[in-house]
């Protein structure tokens, strides 16, 4: 666990110091991702026998004993008086040592181990305390904005809020145990949205000692709802937490000055932590011999945590025959502005880095979530396809690339597959198409013994080399590239002239192009070789006369580079999307390592009281079930809160973060 | 003599006369008269008639025709008065499957007997059968164009060589067809017929650039409206239509719609497709850029240096192979593959490498450099050069990595020139590096090495030996003309033949033999069955694929426009411009009608889009036949167990007996 908590101390800094309003939503989004996690590690049966895991799984990517270390970005992150990149990186070499000594030391050697993770903390420990120092005073100056209006705005949730608290503070009681081993953890580093929400707290305190109590129990509600959700999709881990937090007593330390419980929770972080393994290595074997086989719920507290430690093994003797793999540690902007970094390997393609992303961030499934690679240089971008592999493109960046990778839904994207009359029939105006003549022209396209490139022609711009002027052409595509007209000539097969062939170039959007290079419009596209980056005279500009031109060409590009693929890749995130759906099997989905794979809220519930009943039995089943309404409640009231929390916020706030979702990225691991 | 009464006693049961000619009897032979009465069945007339030819031999193939009503008597339970035939009835006894010479899509000729008696849907299915070509319902048969083809018969022109035969040819009973000695059974009989499978199955390499100027080639869409008149109804059967014992069809795909391909039992439906288009593509049928152009040339290059090295039965042993074979053959595979793993894991740490003072020119701006020697070392990607071999463990002048750079040949024989153009990415833009060779070896090491780094792969990889025997294979084309000075033909012989003809008067051979080499480098390794794929692939990736035409009159227009019929769409081209006026895709469409009494298609698409017009180039039938085709192709399942739903067939594509 240790290692865990280091990073994740450092990642927090690094949000912390991206000063973006902490959301709730993003503590929760790091709690889910984190439980995403550890429910993994947890999910064998048989813990020393080796499981093949697909490289996609986050422990695979925690530590790495060799991995290229990039500077990608990083300069970046430098210029803008950040250090938290190098603290991230710090930790996770950090945890790579770790894990080393942790295999070294499997026979029995834990006292090194124990020694080795403290140092580590203290080590991490004076950026925490500076950033946390740092924090305060943005807390200061939020407080007077944007806040203000939250309490009073949020009021017409919380008659339902408060309905709803005594039926769940119960249940509360297992959702506080489990709170206070994964909410430790941020706090502990004194960063963290974990503290944000605390921040909100202590300011709405101020408030409430003023008039009412009911912004504090807003802060209170919406913490809890967090905790709730946590709790809720998180069963298998109970057993882990190794002493009993009293449900009321953090609650009330909401209430209390947050300092305090901040420090309270920080003592049993240290606790939780160090307990087990101060007896784990001591009986591991033992232990490990006699849960062989045994379901997970009827397994005991030592014998569940010598199951963690046998998998950690596991995973880290997986890493060692990894260890051949190269790494790039990235640098992911979302579109709220905030930016996370984490680590690829090089077998990674982007659809699985986009999983990764879409898992970590919790910002719902869609299949317009893309990696937008912009170069800033050039001004162009190109949204990565999804069997492209993301190491080999970036490699293509310079050292001290401007370049950035966003994490942003863009409809564009499939748009070709949603709505394939628009792209395939090179009509020149958008129309309506029933889906199952939708579905024959997919096929009729792209599921032939060849794919059809659809026919585009026209007229667009090209630009001069090395000029800022533009001359029209006449333009055609084929399968086997672009084609102008020359003049004076007809438009038959013969007499085209190739323009470019495909094989050895991309399509860009070009951005802003009628300023920077006096562009007839904006809607201009660029086809260049990918490991140019900068301005060159291999690059060729087009422009288009207008948008809908644009993407037919990018399109009708794409089909003519890609083929079947592009269909693939289509189908294959309709088949994610599908299979997680929504913020229910969301949460589900983190569940599925337990087995139950089912989205419904109600089996859900089901299934958390089973995995939890092996531990502990005095759980009555209505409480879970009431549990799992309350968590929907709270959500949607917290839900409302944020919306509103957004829009109040008048400068920062984007469109597409207004939404339930905020992406953000609660990546513990290599952060 | 029809009518005619005799004396005999015989008067009063309503009998008479029918007279039936058979052929077996000579050519001037008079017709048999039989002596028959209204309610003598068909079977019944057929045993009279043997009974009296008195000539012993199989009739059993043999069945009644009547003349004028171009009518098969095939219900042999049916009474004369039911078919209502009377005593001025002409009628042939004759054999229902004919010999007939086929020109097949690679303008080969070969007899087989078709059936006459059945719709010609039926009868392609059976010599489909014979040829091993599977889903005969794409194919269909053409008539012979008359005389175009008489007046070009001088020189070698296709078609006229000794046709393969498999009218002898005895078909198994059961329908899945065993094979032997990796051939259908059938065709093992005998030597001649396994001349003829290997004609089936591996492309002709004996073309030459006549045999491609002689061909007809249509240059505009009215002409290649011309072929598709002469299509033949596939709800009638051949004797219905006219034609004769022995007289010359084409058969062709005639759907472009492939359904299913696969190498391992479409051997001969493979190659023939390949065939078809390649005819397609130097013909230009199917238009074609000079770029796509060279790439056809080079699979053609590339598929005829397979097909002249494969011995004839070793492509048919490659496609056939029981599984036995096979397994054994995967064994040895996967025993040869583990040894070679394990060199390759020797090899890791000798990957191998090129050193040579070569000379390289780097243009650029402004300087008028030429070729400078340097020592140049060629490792894993990348090329490093330095001024010296002595300074090679200093720092290089230049290091270049390949990977995902354009190599292009830069090569004249004659001039003793062999240049390697490197278009390597970086960061500012693509650089230029020319690489100078001595000689053809060295260039191919060096150029086969280039090859490959730019696919990221070093020269440890298994394809850079066979990459290098291209390259120097290549080279042999060009060089045949210093070795053969009196013929200076013989240096177009190399690669003239591969483009269509507008080509081959564009570029000089000098020109010509590096583009395609240059094509070439990425097709290199495919194998023969991929090779051909490829081309398919690339043919029915060109715009015009696939379009048959026809010149029609649409409703309330007063000019000609070309209808062009696709397996998805329908087409309105201008006809002079040869522009897309208006697409109506089959998705949309409601209905169709034909009205035969004035040979008008109607077709009815959703929201009341109504298409009507008249054929001017063809039949009605022709074209109502083809839109059907689609359709019925169309509704094929993805079930292979399935037969194919004639009936459907013929509902779609009939138009009933209103002919």
Redesign the interface.
């Known amino acids: 666990m240790e290692q865990l908590s280091d990073e994740e101390l450092d990642h927090g800094a690094e949000e912390d110091s991206d000063k973006e309003d902490q959301d709730l939503d993003k503590m929760f989004g790091q709690w889910l991702g984190e439980l995403d996690k550890l429910t993994q590690s947890l999910d064998t049966d048989k813990p020393m026998e080796p499981v093949k895991k697909s490289p996609l799984r986050q422990e695979t990517n925690i530590a790495n004993f060799s991995y290229r270390f990039s500077m990608y970005n990083l300069n970046e992150a430098l210029n803008q008086g950040e250090t938290v990149d190098l603290d991230a990186l710090m930790a996770d070499l950090c945890s790579i040592e770790q894990e080393l000594s942790s295999i070294g030391s499997q026979s029995a050697n834990s006292a090194t181990m124990k020694r080795l993770a403290t140092e580590t903390k203290v080590a991490q420990k004076p950026p925490a305390g500076r950033l946390s120092s740092k924090h305060s005073s943005i807390k200061g100056s939020s407080s007077s904005s944007g806040r203000v209006t939250k309490p009073s705005n949020a009021n017409f949730s919380l008659e339902d809020i408060t309905a709803q608290l005594e039926k769940a503070s119960l249940s509360m009681d297992e959702a506080a145990q489990q709170s206070v081993m994964e909410d430790a953890k941020p706090v502990v580093t004194a960063q963290h949205r974990r503290t944000a929400s605390a921040g909100t707290v202590s300011d709405a305190e101020v408030r409430s000692i003023s008039n009412s109590s009911r912004s504090s129990i807003t802060s209170a509600a919406s913490s809890m709802d967090s905790l709730d959700i946590d709790k809720m999709t998180r069963p298998q881990e109970l057993d882990l937490t190794q002493q009993g937090q009293p449900i009321t007593e953090h609650i009330v330390s909401m209430g209390h000055p947050i300092k305090q419980s901040k420090r309270h929770i920080d003592f049993t972080e240290e606790e939780a932590e160090l307990t087990p393994h101060s007896y784990l290595d001591r009986e591991t074997s033992l232990l490990l011999r006699n849960i062989a086989g045994k379901p997970s719920h009827l397994l005991t507290k030592e014998e569940q945590a010598a199951k963690l430690k046998a998998e950690k093994i596991r995973v880290a003797l997986e890493k060692i025959k990894e260890a051949q793999v190269k790494k790039l540690v990235i640098r992911v902007h979302m579109s709220d502005d905030s930016s996370k970094t984490m680590m690829v390997d090089e077998r990674q393609t982007v659809r699985q880095v986009l999983d990764n992303l879409m898992d970590k961030s919790h910002c719902g499934y869609s299949l317009d979530w893309s990696l937008v690679e912009t170069i800033s240089e050039l001004q162009m971008e190109r949204i990565f396809e999804d069997h492209e592999n993301l190491v080999e493109n970036l490699l ?1 960046w ?1 050292r001290d690339s401007q370049n950035k990778l966003i994490f942003v839904e863009r409809i564009e994207k499939y748009a070709l597959f949603k709505n394939p009359q628009n792209y395939l ?2 009509k020149k105006e958008t129309s309506e198409m029933a889906d199952r ?1 939708k579905e ?2 997919l096929e ?1 396209c792209f599921c ?6 659809p ?1 585009i022609e026209g007229v667009l711009w090209l630009k001069d080399d090395g000029k800022k002027s533009w001359k029209k052409r006449y333009f055609l595509l ?4 672009i ?1 102008y007209v020359p003049k004076g000539k ?5 007499d ?1 002239v ?1 323009f470019l ?1 495909l094989d ?1 170039v991309n399509v860009y959007y070009g951005q802003d192009y009628r300023n920077k290079y006096k562009a007839p419009t904006d809607y201009c596209l660029v086809l260049k ?11 060729k500009y087009l422009c288009c006369d207008d948008v809908r031109t644009l993407h037919q060409w990018i399109n009708g590009i794409r089909i003519a580079k890609y083929g079947k693929q592009l269909y693939v890749n289509y189908q294959e995130a309709l088949k994610r999307t599908e299979s997680a759906y929504d913020w229910t099997s969301l949460s589900s989905s983190s569940i599925k390592s337990g087995s139950s794979s089912s989205s419904l809220p109600e089996s859900q519930s089901n299934h958390s009281n089973q995995s939890d009943s092996g531990v502990s039995d005095t759980q009555p089943t209505g409480h879970v079930r009431s549990q799992s309404i309350v968590s929907s409640i709270f959500s949607e009231a917290w839900k409302r809160g944020t919306q509103l929390e957004e829009s109040s916020k008048v400068s920062n706030a984007k469109p597409s973060t207004a939404k339930v979702c905020v992406p953000s990225m609660p990546y513990t691991g290599q952060n | 003599m029809a009518g005619l009464k005799t004396a005999s006693g015989d008067y009063i049961d309503a009998s008479w006369e029918l007279s039936v000619a058979v052929e077996e009897l000579g050519p001037e032979a008079e017709p048999l008269t039989l002596r028959v009465t209204g309610d003598v069945h068909i079977g019944g007339v057929m045993l009279q008639i043997v009974d009296k030819i008195k000539v012993k031999q199989n009739w059993s193939d043999h069945a009644l025709w009547w003349e004028q009503k171009k009518l098969w008597l095939l219900k042999t339970n049916w009474t004369l008065d039911k078919y209502g035939l009377q005593a001025d009835a002409r009628l042939r006894y004759t054999p229902q499957h004919k010999p007939v010479r086929l020109q097949l899509p690679n303008r080969r000729m070969i007899r087989v007997h078709a059936s006459f008696s059945e719709p010609v849907f039926r009868a392609v299915a059976g010599i489909c059968r014979v040829l091993s070509i599977r889903h005969a319902e794409e194919l269909s048969l053409l008539r012979a164009p008359e005389e175009k083809d008489k007046k070009k018969r001088k020189g070698p022109v296709l078609g006229t060589e000794d046709d393969f035969d498999l009218s002898g040819v005895v078909l198994p009973a059961s329908a899945e067809q065993q094979p032997f000695r990796g051939m259908p059974a059938h065709f093992s009989d005998s030597p001649a017929t396994e001349a003829c499978y290997r004609m089936l199955s591996v492309s002709w390499t004996g073309l030459s650039p006549e045999h491609v100027l002689k061909m007809p080639r249509p240059s505009n869409l009215v002409e290649k409206a011309q072929i598709n008149s002469r299509w033949l109804s596939s709800s009638r059967s051949l004797m219905q239509q006219d034609v004769r014992e022995n007289e010359q069809l084409w058969l062709r795909f005639k759907y472009y719609s492939f359904f299913d391909l696969e190498p391992k039992y479409d051997v001969v439906r493979i190659t023939q497709l390949y065939e078809q288009a390649r005819w397609a593509v130097l013909l230009e049928e199917t238009e074609s850029t000079e770029e796509e152009m060279m790439v056809f040339a080079a699979l053609q290059y590339h598929i005829n240096k397979l097909s002249l090295s494969a011995d004839p039965t070793e492509p048919a042993g490659e496609q056939g192979m029981d599984d036995l074979d096979s397994a054994l053959s995967n064994l040895q595979v996967k025993l040869e593959g583990g040894t070679s793993t394990s060199d390759m894991l020797e090899n890791l740490t000798t990957i191998p490498e090129l050193k040579d003072n070569l000379r390289i020119f780097r243009p650029r701006k402004l300087t008028l450099k030429g070729y400078k020697q340097h020592w140049v070392v060629f490792k894993e990607t990348s090329i490093s050069y330095y001024k010296s071999q002595e300074e090679a463990l200093g720092e290089p002048v230049q290091q270049l990595n390949l990977k995902g750079c354009e190599v292009v040949p830069d090569v004249n024989i004659s001039g003793q020139k062999f240049c390697i153009k490197l278009l390597v990415p970086s960061p500012e833009g693509m650089s230029e590096v020319y690489l100078r060779c001595e000689d053809e070896q060295q260039y191919a090491r060096w150029m086969a090495g280039c090859r490959l780094a730019a696919k990221g792969r070093t020269m440890a990889d298994s394809t850079y030996q066979s990459e290098v025997q291209n390259i120097l294979s290549f080279l042999q084309l060009q060089r045949a003309s210093p070795d053969t000075p009196a013929a200076p033909d013989a240096e177009a012989m190399g690669t003239q033949w591969l483009v269509s003809p507008r080509y081959q008067k564009k570029f000089k051979p000098k020109q010509l033999t590096p583009r395609i080499l240059e094509a070439h480098q990425n097709v290199a390794q495919l194998s023969l069955t991929e090779a051909k794929m490829r081309f398919i692939q690339a043919w029915q990736s060109l715009p015009d694929f696939g379009i048959s035409y026809f010149v029609v009159r649409f409703k309330g227009s007063r000019k000609d426009e070309i209808l062009g019929i696709a397996n998805n769409r329908l087409i309105r081209i201008d006809l002079a411009v040869g522009d897309v006026v208006k697409t109506w895709r089959y998705s949309n469409m409601r209905q169709w009608n034909v009205n035969w009494d004035i040979r008008q298609v109607a077709i009815e698409f959703d929201e009341h889009i109504n298409v009507a017009f008249s054929s001017v180039s063809a039949g009605c039938n022709i074209v109502h036949e083809y839109i059907g085709g689609y359709i019925f192709l169309s509704t094929r399942s993805t079930d292979k167990g399935r037969g194919l739903d004639e009936e459907l067939f013929y509902k779609l594509t009939g138009g009933h007996e209103a002919l």
């Open positions: 293509n310079t029939l090179g003549n024959v022209l009729e032939g013994s060849s794919v059809t490139v026919e084929r399968a086997s590239g084609y007809a438009k038959v097969s013969r085209l190739c062939q050895h070789h990918p490991q140019i980056q900068k301005k060159s005279q291999y690059i």
